[in-house]
């Protein structure tokens, strides 16, 4: 049983653990004693390139979410109006309806029995039908295109959240990026009122409250001003 419990429990705890050290991990080299002029001397020269990859991923990151949004509102209409490609079937002898979505489903259940190939020829008839119908109002309305879109985003996004991790940050601003990014995955995968989301939160705001008294007027990801930006849908082509 205990064998049982440490197989289950020990995946999130390492996933969590490894979320809680890569938010440290990028913590803690700017914060040393030269943090203030390291930053000035940032500011003032080349830009970070941890924060133009943040800028990057951000978004790719808001147009992927636009995408999942608007891909389920459509499907949802599909469903309103035609409902999922499906059929059913009565076999001989039984009193109760099964309910198949695929052509590959009839086939395990009919098989090759010679009784069942007008019933399953009538199944499949009234499937394709309706997969027709679907078919018909998803390129009108462009669902599998959007879904596609999406798909695609996401494996964008996933390419920049890993060129992100990879680049060096040189200025708070980017040190901010990389936790802004590490909060907004996590909170996918994590319930985000679970460790280490609100620990990752806490330190991102004293990270933004720190370089604000450096640099009032500097633009820091994961502040007011950029959560408010990121509530607004991205839908570029």
């Known amino acids: 049983m205990a064998d049982s419990e440490i197989s289950t429990t020990l995946p999130v ?3 969590r653990k490894m979320l809680a050290g890569a938010a440290l991990a990028t913590l803690a080299w700017p914060l040393q004693a030269k943090a203030q002029d390291t930053e000035r ?3 003032h020269n080349s830009p970070d390139p941890a924060l133009l ?5 951000k978004t790719e990151a808001l147009r992927t ?4 949004h608007k891909q389920q509102i459509l499907e949802t209409k599909l469903v309103r109006e035609i409902g999922f490609p499906r059929t059913t079937l009565r076999l001989p002898g039984s009193s109760e309806a099964l309910e198949f979505f695929s052509p590959e489903d009839i086939e395990a259940v009919c098989g090759s029995t010679p009784e069942m190939a007008d019933l399953c020829a009538k199944a499949k008839t009234e499937l394709a039908a309706h997969q027709a119908r679907w078919d018909v109002v998803d390129a009108q309305i462009g669902y599998s295109a959007t879904k596609q879109a999406e798909v695609e985003a996401g494996e964008r996004e996933q390419e920049l959240i890993e ?5 060096p ?4 601003a980017g040190v901010a990026g990389k936790l802004d990014m590490i909060f907004h995955e996590g909170a996918i995968w994590e319930d985000d009122t679970e ?4 620990q990752i939160r806490s330190a991102l705001r004293d990270l933004i409250r720190i370089a604000h008294t450096l640099q009032p007027d500097f633009f820091m990801p994961g502040s007011d001003r950029e959560n408010a930006r990121a509530r607004r849908p991205v839908l570029g082509t």
């Open 13 to 15: 705890v390492t996933r």
């Open 195 to 198: 460790f280490p989301q609100p």
């Open 169 to 172: 940050a040189t200025s708070l």
């Open 65 to 68: 979410e636009a995408l999942c």
């Open 53 to 57: 990859a943040w800028q990057a991923w």
């Open 163 to 167: 060129a992100l991790t990879a680049t």
């Open 41 to 43: 001397q940032c500011s």
